[in-house]
């Protein structure tokens, strides 16, 4: 079964660095990735996907991902966080069918001044 | 357009009772997905209705059930609450396939006492 692992539970990091949330893939067969991020007391909202074509995908609010099949990766960058990032961001493959999604545990990004 | 929307936002009742959760998906979307949001278990698929039938479903007791009517609208039911019930639940609609997008609600809190 496919399924997704994000290796940080929480990432701080400091206004206008840059940052990389990591997440690994578990499949042998095409994929359908996605990052989403969820602010305090929201929803999910997409960042980006990835479902062929191009391994640079760019999403909104200056992120960006690549998919790396030989790594089985999918990390999402930003060369520079703002305050307003700091977030909940999870990755997720759709999984069983239908629209099924298996998210991973999600990472937490802390933006500090 | 008018996004994924939820009610009630919030909710506590008491062990043994029973919940239903309402959602409205986006105009034009048949497919409505929910979601348990625990800090234990993190994100956690109910369940996917599409045209008004079940397309998958997740690891959960027979509880918890739902189902979807002919304008999309779904609902979904909690029978005998437990405590471990008190959960963030989300519906998330989408199109019809695995690439779409999924747009999701902000979400009802559930607090069981």
């Known amino acids: 079964a496919q399924s997704v692992t994000q290796l940080d539970s929480q990432v701080p990091v400091f206004e206008e660095a840059p940052v990389e949330l990591r997440c690994n893939y578990s499949?042998?067969?095409?994929?359908?990735l996605f990052w989403y991020v969820q602010y305090p007391n929201q929803g999910l909202q997409l960042l980006l996907k990835?479902?062929?074509?191009?391994?640079l995908v760019k999403g909104i609010n200056g992120f960006e991902a690549e998919f790396n099949k030989s790594q089985t990766s999918f990390h999402l960058r930003k060369p520079s966080v703002h305050i307003s990032d700091t977030a909940e961001y999870f990755c997720?493959?759709?999984?069983?069918?239908?629209?099924?999604?298996?998210f991973g545990t999600g990472t937490q990004l802390k933006v500090e001044l | 357009k008018a996004g994924v929307t939820q009610t009630p936002r919030y909710l506590i009742k008491t062990r043994g009772q029973q919940v239903t959760l309402s959602c409205s998906p986006i105009?034009?979307?048949?497919?409505v997905s929910w979601y348990q949001q625990t800090p234990g278990q993190g994100l956690q698929f109910l369940f996917e209705?599409?045209?008004?039938?079940?397309?998958n479903k997740g690891n959960f007791p027979g509880r918890f059930s739902g189902r979807q009517f002919s304008n999309s609208r779904s609902e979904m039911n909690v029978s005998t609450l437990e405590l471990g019930d008190s959960a963030l639940y989300l519906c998330?609609?989408?199109?019809?396939?695995?690439?779409?997008?999924?747009?999701f609600g902000p979400g009802t809190r559930l607090t069981v006492l």
């Open positions: 998330a609609s989408s199109l019809e396939r695995a690439r779409d997008t999924q747009y």
């Open positions: 499949s042998s067969v095409s994929v359908y």
């Open positions: 990835y479902l062929s074509g191009s391994t």
């Open positions: 997720a493959v759709p999984t069983g069918g239908g629209n099924k999604l298996t």
């Open positions: 105009s034009g979307h048949r497919s």
């Open positions: 209705y599409f045209s008004e039938t079940q397309r």
